[in-house]
């Protein structure tokens, strides 16, 4: 029998069955008959290639990218906008991503913002108001005093704790500046009670002890508004008072009955916070209305406790 002739390597070869390109496990050489029988094995499979199941193909890299293009981000299907007309297509096209109503909340924004920093603004200066008359170097307004008031019940500076305080001093017999504060020191108290309810309280320091006894304070001050307190005391009281508060007068101290003379005193507004602290004097200069409107925001600044209505009075 004639030894089979090995075929050319061809490239059908590098598709044979992989048992017939093992290597061998031993070192040593492969038998004729193991070399033979894989011979005609390759042989018939160069001769009958076997049919190989092919992949499908991958799609191209630019179709992969259309379809990745096209691929909505989320969880449903991204809608198409539908115009009617041409028309209003070239419209919306031409408008861009900017209509009435992005201008419109832009323009309101920008207003809102303008108005919250104006109020920080104004917020802030007043703190430093306050914090600049408590803090050190500055001169002390208020204290400590011990008066009457137009009943005849004593009044202390521990009365005006817990409500803020306006107090004014001035006297009974005083031709004209004196009633025009007082008219309108009551249309500050309702104007702050509108706004920010009974959190404050309205005091009329006498600068004339001397003719201004209990009784008379309390008709003259009815004339004005209900819910003024009148205090008066002695020339000594009173000059301890108006000293706490750093406010000038000229009364003398040993009057006769029925004696004239004049009286000359500081024309201010003290307003004090509910521990006691001065917050800021309100002159002749500001209205009822501004000055309303500088007491309501103090009031509104105000984070510790207040006492508001019948609780907060005597």
């Known amino acids: 029998m004639a030894r089979p002739v090995l075929p050319a390597r061809t490239p059908a070869l ?23 029988a894989c011979a005609r094995k390759c042989s018939t499979f160069a001769l009958h290639p076997q049919p190989h199941a092919h992949a499908p193909p991958r799609p191209s890299a630019l179709a992969e990218h259309g379809r990745l293009r096209h691929r ?5 299907p991204r809608q198409q906008q539908q115009y009617k007309t041409v028309e209003e297509a070239r ?22 913002l303008i ?3 104006r109020y920080e603004k104004a917020r802030i200066e007043r703190q430093r108001i306050a914090a600049a008359a408590k803090g050190a170097g500055a001169p002390k307004v208020g204290g ?20 803020f305080a306006l107090v004014y001093f001035g006297f009974t017999h005083c031709p004209d500046i004196c009633p025009e504060e007082l008219d309108k020191m009551a249309a500050m108290v ?22 201004d006894t209990p009784d008379v304070v309390k008709r003259y001050l009815a004339e004005f508004h209900p819910a003024l307190i009148g205090l008066t005391g002695t020339w000594e009281q009173v000059k301890a008072a108006c000293k706490a508060y750093r406010v000038y007068f000229s009364t003398p101290p040993d009057v006769k009955p029925g004696q004239d003379y004049l009286v000359d005193h ?4 003290y307003l004090m916070d509910p521990q006691g602290d001065f917050v800021e004097a309100i002159g002749r200069q500001h209205s009822a209305e501004q000055a309303a409107t500088i007491i309501s925001r103090h009031v509104g600044d105000w984070r510790g406790p207040l006492q508001h209505g019948r609780e907060g009075r005597r």
Request: hydrophobic content about 35%.
């Open 266 to 269: 500081s024309i201010y507004f």
């Open 14 to 36: 590098l598709s044979s069955p992989s048992h017939c390109l093992r290597a061998p496990t031993s070192r040593a050489r492969a038998p004729r008959q193991h070399l033979a």
């Open 72 to 76: 909505p981000f989320g969880t449903f």
């Open 190 to 211: 309702d104007r702050v009670t509108a706004r920010c309810g009974d959190a404050m309280t309205p005091v009329f320091i006498t600068c004339d002890p001397a003719r």
């Open 91 to 112: 419209s919306r096209y031409r408008s861009g991503p900017f209509s009435w109503r992005a201008g419109l909340l832009f323009l309101l924004s920008g207003a809102g």
């Open 115 to 117: 108005v919250y920093f």
């Open 144 to 163: 400590p005093f011990s008066l009457v008031d137009h009943d005849g019940r004593p009044f202390t500076d521990a009365d005006l704790r817990g409500r």
